[in-house]
Every structure is written in C-alpha cells, then in structure tokens.
C-alpha cells in the first residue's frame, strides 16, 4: 500500500510511504550541498509528526535526495550566532529536534534507520546518530565523522553524547578529538554503523532493514562478542570508575601535548563527554550546549572559520577567463625529495603519466625510489591499496635524456637554487618539447622574470612553489610574471589542483610570498640566539605560539646551507633588512647543514633526530643562559617580524588579497590555524596595537622592526585587512 494524498507538502524533504514504511530524502532548497540550518526545522517536525501519529506508518528510513547524506551545519549560519544566548537557544532546539527523531523509536515504536550515502558529517553523523540503525554505502566517496574541531566549536547535536554510547568512551574521543572522518569499513568495525551496502541497494536494502525491525526481528549491537580482548580491555577502562578516571587522564594529558592549550574546542568536547559519563546525559548535554556557546564566540572558532571558508573560495576561484590545457603528460626535472614528491603527487591523485629526468641512471633510480617510498607509505595507512599502488607507479618512468619529452604538456623544474643553471635546463625543455608546452619553476625564492630571461617561450614559463614534504604540504604558490599567458597560469592552477593542493596565485618577485615571510621568521630566531637565548628556549616558545615546530629545527629540515644562500639572495633584492647576524657564517663555516648531514641545531643518529646539540654554542661564539630573554619577547618578535613582512608583499602587490596571505601562511608555513594567519591575527589583535609593539621594539633594535606603511594606515584609519 502507498500513501500519498495525505502527505504534507515540504520545502526542504521529499517524502513517500510505501507498505507502512516512510521513505524520507533530506533535500535542501537551493543550496547543492545538504547542511543543516533552522530553515529545514519546520520540515523536520511536520515529518516526525506525521511519522508518530500515522498508523499506517510502522518504520522510517532517512537518506538524502543529494550526492551526500549531510556534510554537517551550515557554517555561514554560525556567524549569526553572535551572542552566547542565541547560540545557547539555537543547540537547544537542535537538541530538542533530535530528542524528538530519537524518540520515533523509543516512545512509539516505529525504527528509523538512516540510509548513508556521501559525507555524514558533524550534523549530519549527530542525526545518523538519533536513528536506531545505520547503514552505509560502500562508495569511496561515503565517510563518516565529528570535525566540528577543525572550526575551533564542539559536536552540539549531541554527539558528544550518543557517539560514546554507541562505540565506546575511547573511539568516540578519538573521532571528535581528531576530527577525522572514517571510511565505511572502518566505521563498520568500530560499531557506528551496522551494515555496508552497494550504492545501489542502499535504499532498498534500509528498507528491508526497518520492517525487519518494525517487525522485532533485527540484531541489535548489544549482541557483540563482549570476550575478546579488546572487550576486555574496553570493560575496564570504561566500564569502571577507575578505569573511566584514568582514561579521562590519559586522553587529556595528550591533548594538551598536541594543543599546547591553544585550541579550547578540544579541551571543552573532552569535558562534555566525561560530564555525561559520569552524571548523566542530560547533565552532559547541558555541558555541550554551554560549551557551544562559550566556542562559537570565540576569537578561535572565528579564525578557524575564516581559514574554511577561505580555502572553499580559493577552491573555485578562477584568476583568468580561460580554459586550461588538459594535462596528461608531465615530466619533472630533478628527483631528490622535492621531485620525487611532486612526481608522486602528479601521479596521483592528478592522475598523470610522469616522466622524471636526472642526470644519470642513479638519479633517475633515487627518483623512482621516493615516489615508490611515498605510495608505499599510503599502502600501510591504508589510503590505496597495494594494486592501486602499483597502478600508479606502473605511470611514474624516468630518464636521463630528453627522449619521449615530445608529448609533454608540463614540465616542473626541481633543481638547486642556481639561477644560471635554471636558465640553461629551460632553453634544453624548450628545444625538446612543443610550442604550448608549459614550463613551470619549482624556485623557492629567484624570480621567475629571472629565470624567463632569454626564453623562446616567456609566455609559458610560470613558478609552481612546492613546500617539502609535497605529499603533506597542502600548499601550492603559482607565480605569474608580466608575460605569462592565462592559459599558462589557468594550467597550473588546474593541475596544482588536481594534485590535491590549496593553490594560491602570486605576483613574480624575489622570495615571492611564503620565502619572504619565512626568511624573518627564521632571521629573528637567529638575531634571539645571538643574544643569549637558547635553542630550546627559541623552538619550544613559538610552538607554544602555535606554530608545528620552532624555526631553528625548520632551519635543521631544510638545510642550513640553502637558508643562508635564501638570505643572501634576498638581500640583493631587500637590502640589510633581510641580513642574519653574524653567527649564520659561523654555522655555515662549519659545514652545519642540518638534518641532510647530521650537524645542525640538533643532534642526529641514523637520521633521527635528539637533543639540542650543545656543541652549536661554541660554533656560534655564545653563551646563552635561559631565561634572558622571557617567553613573550621571544614569541612577539618573531611573529611581527613575520606579520611585517606579509604587510610588505601586500603592499607591493606581490599578494593578491590578505586571504591569499593568511591561507599561504597557515597551509604552506604552519602559521597557527587558531590565529587565522598573519592578516586575521592583526585584525583580532588589532593594528594599531601591533604597530605600537613595531615601534617598541624599532627603537630597541633599528629599522628591521619599523612598521609597513600599510599597518601604519590600518591603525590611523581603524580599519581591517579581513572581513571578520
């Protein structure tokens, strides 16, 4: 039997009843995506009400009319959310909206089993988490999960609350702590969802599934095997007070040496799902809800939010009215680390056939051997399988002639940073390859007007800055020159994208953006260094601020020996702003080029590394003593430093935009996600206060401290560089 006359109209749902089962597809009004928003609320009750008084109606399957279950709430929304007290009313209507699909089950007896295609997430996984069963589809595309961290605020739909009952005190803090999604198979495994099905069978087969339960006749997951090991284990940690104690102990205590205290949304979510543990669930949904609205607030939630919607515009945005050229064939030049990374991500996800060149068959071996090591790494963490793998490796060859290049659609240049030498391997790419293929540089700092200089081609020649390792690096700097065509740069901007990569496009100039504004970050460590301070001090100080790790270690990564060639560069173009002090030459000197040679900062064994090397002291000439310079100084002059100079490329029009800046900075140079970047953070702070702080210390230290014009104005005029 059908109903279908007595159905009411909705705006936001699509709704049938076949044989007492109703067929329920969340399908928001003119939005592409599904998210969840108070507009649908209205919608949402009038189905609940009919679903609990019908009796015609014995079970509810929910899914979705679009590509995706429910990629969670519409953020946009959150930005009205301005006050504790409309946040407070907002979590308590969802709350309540929730109880009320829970309860479908619960107090009348009819299942409601949530049928999982695409993203179920944040919201989405809370509304899957009301329903009384889960089913999943086994498309790669279906992923499951908590991120709301990720944007500095708390699962509010519950979920701090239903997920720890569903799977267990430990994977649920996990899952929300992280953030991270889980692929069907693995949410299958932890409890989350009951059942993985084919795309195809997905609605039939929930269907099947809420009669089975409408009829009493499903299993229900209290039926796991409770006597294996891991039952065991999970029994007395989570099932004991103790053992919860502990647990709660241990889960803070990493949290906090991950965060540093920097990121309140996980602190707050962890004390939420012990405060339902331990009173109760509606003590623990009280929590949740205070601690949305003291989150959603907050300075941190806005710059992380800043920082999301600012890589979904970067994602579409388009610089040039053109359409780029396929690229199929890529061949990259040089196959040490950088190369071998960009090959492996040009293989996949971009989906290429690569090519790489080195100057002799060992090169070319080393190449092949990084991008081997590379997708082998994905195999163990299960991103790919072993024949996926293969399949991608069977695409990656390599050469130390300049045969097969005559298909060549892009070629990136990944050499040492010699200017000479870039010049040369461009005029051999273009006797080899075709009039339209595109040349890009991979340079960390040389113009690209530079290396262009006698080119037959200048209009295809454009810089493509990686950052190491290429396969974790999100970022990708896309220089343009005056000559470089649309096409050229529509291309790289295309493929940059295909490789996975938040791309952000650049005018040319020397160190361009991420070079320039990473060269004071590590000049003023040094200058701290100089002065007294310590290694550990220096490092342990800005990753306090924020940042992955401290700007000496980064020197040690990246080669001693290629930032004082960086530096010396960018003096010729800046001028003694950009000089390190004098104990630079004493570590080039004495041959301390950091990890790659085992002497630097840091002391290496086999490649791993140790404790500060307390023999760099005397290479430097210093004595430090700790504490010299406090922990606040020491965190304020390197990130105005770094502030500074990201001023200067907007100024200069080396940037395109302060957004442009902040996502550089954040997803090429680890500057904090919880400061929302170099432009943000002046914004939330304030210019003119970071002016006064310029000028306290310019009349300490001279003119590498005196403030852009450009911040100078901000703070004259009051006005922002982001709209926040």
């Excluded at 003119?30 to 969840?36: A, F, H, I, R």
């Amino acid at each position: 039997m059908t109903i279908r006359a007595t159905l009411p109209k909705l705006t936001h749902f699509e709704m049938t009843v076949e044989d007492g089962i109703a067929i329920v597809l969340l399908d928001r009004a003119n939005e592409k995506m599904n998210t969840l928003h108070p507009e649908i609320f209205d919608d949402f009750s009038t189905v609940v009400d009919l679903v609990e008084s019908s009796s015609e109606i014995g079970a509810m399957v929910l899914g979705s009319a679009k590509d995706d279950f429910l990629v969670g709430a519409d953020i946009r929304w959150f930005s009205e959310l301005d006050t504790e007290a409309k946040a407070t009313d907002a979590i308590r209507t969802g709350h309540a909206m929730f109880a009320r699909l829970e309860a479908v089950h619960r107090e009348h007896g009819k299942p409601v089993v949530a049928a999982i295609h695409g993203a179920c997430l944040g919201g989405g996984m809370e509304l899957a988490l009301a329903c009384s069963m889960r089913i999943a589809t086994d498309d790669p595309k279906s992923t499951l999960g908590q991120p709301e961290v990720k944007l500095g605020v708390l699962p509010a739909g519950g979920g701090t609350q239903r997920l720890p009952a569903l799977v267990g005190i430990q994977a649920a803090i996990d899952l929300i702590l992280t953030g991270r999604n889980v692929p069907p198979a693995a949410a299958l495994k932890m409890g989350l969802v009951e059942e993985v099905v084919p795309t195809l069978q997905l609605v039939d087969i929930a269907v099947e599934r809420a009669r089975d339960a409408a009829r009493g006749q499903s299993e229900e997951s209290a039926s796991r095997n409770w006597f294996s090991p891991d039952a065991y284990q999970k029994l007395a940690l989570e099932k004991n007070p103790l053992g919860r104690r502990l647990l709660f102990s241990q889960a803070r205590q990493r949290l906090l040496s991950r965060t540093k205290g920097n990121y309140p949304a996980q602190e707050r979510a962890l004390e939420a799902v012990r405060i339902g543990i331990e009173d109760g669930p509606d003590a623990g949904y009280a929590a949740e809800t205070r601690f949305f609205a003291e989150l959603v607030t907050s300075t941190e939630s806005a710059a992380l939010r800043s920082i999301f919607f600012a890589e979904r515009e970067l994602g579409s945005q388009t610089w040039v009215d053109v359409e780029p050229r396929d690229v199929s064939h890529v061949a990259v030049l040089g196959g040490g680390l950088m190369g071998g990374g960009i090959a492996a991500v040009s293989a996949d996800p971009a989906g290429a056939q690569v090519r790489i060149k080195e100057v002799d068959a060992a090169g070319v071996r080393r190449g092949l051997a990084h991008v081997a090591k590379i997708l082998d790494g994905r195999v163990k963490r299960r991103r790919m399988t072993a024949f996926q793998a293969e399949k991608t490796m069977n695409r990656v060859t390599g050469s130390a002639d300049w045969r097969g290049f005559g298909d060549t659609d892009l070629v990136i240049e990944a050499v040492f940073e010699d200017l000479e030498v870039k010049r040369s391997i461009l005029a051999e790419v273009e006797e080899n390859t075709r009039d339209d293929t595109v040349f890009a540089s991979n340079t960390s700092s040389l113009p690209i007007t530079a290396i262009a200089e006698g080119s037959a081609r200048p209009h295809n020649v454009v810089g493509m800055h990686y950052f190491s390792p290429v396969e974790k690096i999100p970022l990708l700097e896309v220089i343009t020159t005056e000559a470089t065509s649309a096409e050229a740069l529509a291309t790289v901007v295309d493929f940059g994208r295909r490789q996975g990569k938040t791309v952000i496009v650049v005018n040319d100039g020397t160190g361009f953006y991420t070079s320039r504004i990473l060269c004071l970050y590590t000049n003023e460590a040094l200058h701290l260094l100089a002065e007294g301070a310590t290694v550990s001090e220096i490092d342990e100080a800005m990753i306090a601020w924020g940042f992955p790790v401290g700007p000496l270690l980064l020197l040690d990564e990246v080669g001693i020996d290629v930032g004082a060639k960086i530096t010396a560069i960018m003096i010729d173009a800046f001028g003694d702003r950009m000089a390190s002090p004098a104990i630079m030459g004493g570590l080039v000197a004495d041959d301390r080029k950091g990890r790659k040679n085992s002497c630097g900062f840091y002391e290496y064994d086999d490649g791993e590394r140790g404790d500060v090397d307390e023999s760099v002291y005397e290479t430097l000439g210093v004595t430090p003593e700790e504490g010299t310079i406090s922990t606040g100084e020491i965190q304020e002059r390197i990130a105005l430093q770094m502030i500074n100079e990201a001023a200067r490329c907007l100024a200069e029009g080396i940037l395109l935009s302060a957004r442009d800046g902040d996502i550089g900075a954040v997803f090429g140079l680890g500057f904090p996600p919880f400061r929302g970047g170099p432009f943000f953070h002046v914004d939330q702070v304030g210019a003119s206060e970071i002016v006064a702080r310029m000028r306290f210390y310019e009349e300490r230290f001279g003119a590498r401290f005196t403030p852009a014009q450009i911040l100078v104005d901000a703070a004259e005029n009051d006005t922002k560089f982001r709209a926040t």
